[in-house]
């Protein structure tokens, strides 16, 4: 009686999957993105263009050969191939562009947009390999200890705009509803609060809602 049972269960599991794919797609109810995010940065490649820089690169000026090389060997037969190698040789590099849009760049120039964005859509292959693990919980020494670190990627605004509403419920930490089982955590791991909530803001809070502080 046991087998059956597992079986029609499993149908049960099949069969929901199933349905699952021609369910109509809203604002709520979505078919996950299952697909590997590209570490690739090949989005800002595409982006320079000659067209757009071409008065700031007359008014600098800039030579041809200070960001493009000239100097590789193509010895190939094959036209197409030669077509490729060429292309890989000419393209200078993210460092011709950080040169004039980072604010550190060698030839930085104040019109020059210092935003990530401007050219990556992407910023996954950006971050930062310490930004993967618990860096929320741990970013506060990197911040007090090198500073302009920090101001390479983000603008002293960004910081203050998180900073001020962290004891709020727009916050980047928790999930809207986590106040109905955070007293879980809270008494697992108090400290663990405590690394960002005073606990005056606790108080108030249980105080204003009638409950109580115990």
Same mark, same amino acid.
């Given at each position: 009686?046991?087998?059956?049972?597992?079986?029609?269960?499993?149908?049960?599991?099949?069969?929901?999957?199933?349905?699952?794919?021609?369910?109509?797609?809203?604002?709520?109810?979505?078919?996950?993105?299952?697909?590997?995010?590209?570490?690739?940065?090949?989005?800002?490649?595409?982006?320079?263009?000659?067209?757009?820089?071409?008065?700031?690169?007359?008014?600098?000026?800039?030579?041809?050969?200070?960001?493009?090389?000239?100097?590789?060997?193509?010895?190939?037969?094959?036209?197409?191939?030669?077509?490729?190698?060429?292309?890989?040789?000419?393209?200078?590099?993210?460092?011709?562009?950080?040169?004039?849009?980072?604010?550190?760049?060698?030839?930085?120039?104040?019109?020059?947009?210092?935003?990530?964005?401007?050219?990556?859509?992407?910023?996954?292959?950006?971050?930062?390999?310490?930004?993967?693990?618990?860096?929320?919980?741990?970013?506060?020494?990197? *911040?007090?200890?090198? =500073?302009?670190?920090?101001? /390479? $990627? @983000? !603008? &002293?605004?960004? +910081? %203050?705009? #998180?900073?001020?509403?962290?004891?709020?419920?727009?916050?980047?930490?928790?999930?809207?509803?986590?106040?109905?089982?955070?007293?879980?955590? *809270?008494?697992?791991? =108090?400290?663990?609060?405590? /690394? $960002? @909530? !005073? &606990?005056?803001? +606790? %108080?108030? #809070?249980?105080?204003?809602?009638?409950?109580?502080?115990?």
């Amino acid at each position: 009686m046991t087998r059956p049972l597992k079986l029609l269960g499993l149908l049960l599991v099949l069969s929901a999957g199933a349905c699952r794919q021609y369910l109509p797609s809203n604002q709520y109810l979505q078919r996950r993105d299952t697909a590997p995010v590209t570490q690739s940065t090949a989005d800002a490649r595409h982006k320079f263009s000659h067209a757009r820089h071409a008065k700031v690169l007359d008014t600098a000026p800039v030579a041809c050969g200070e960001c493009h090389r000239f100097d590789v060997l193509i010895d190939t037969s094959s036209a197409d191939l030669a077509q490729a190698l060429s292309g890989q040789a000419l393209y200078p590099g993210s460092a011709a562009c950080h040169a004039c849009h980072r604010p550190d760049g060698a030839a930085h120039m104040e019109q020059a947009p210092p935003e990530c964005t401007t050219c990556h859509d992407n910023l996954l292959p950006l971050l930062p390999e310490n930004h993967q693990v618990a860096w929320l919980k741990v970013h506060a020494t990197a *911040a007090t200890t090198n =500073p302009g670190n920090c101001e /390479s $990627c @983000h !603008r &002293q605004a960004y +910081c %203050i705009d #998180c900073h001020s509403r962290r004891d709020t419920v727009q916050t980047v930490y928790h999930e809207r509803n986590f106040r109905f089982f955070h007293s879980v955590q *809270a008494r697992a791991n =108090p400290m663990q609060c405590g /690394s $960002c @909530h !005073r &606990q005056d803001f +606790c %108080i108030n #809070c249980h105080t204003e809602g009638k409950v109580n502080g115990d």
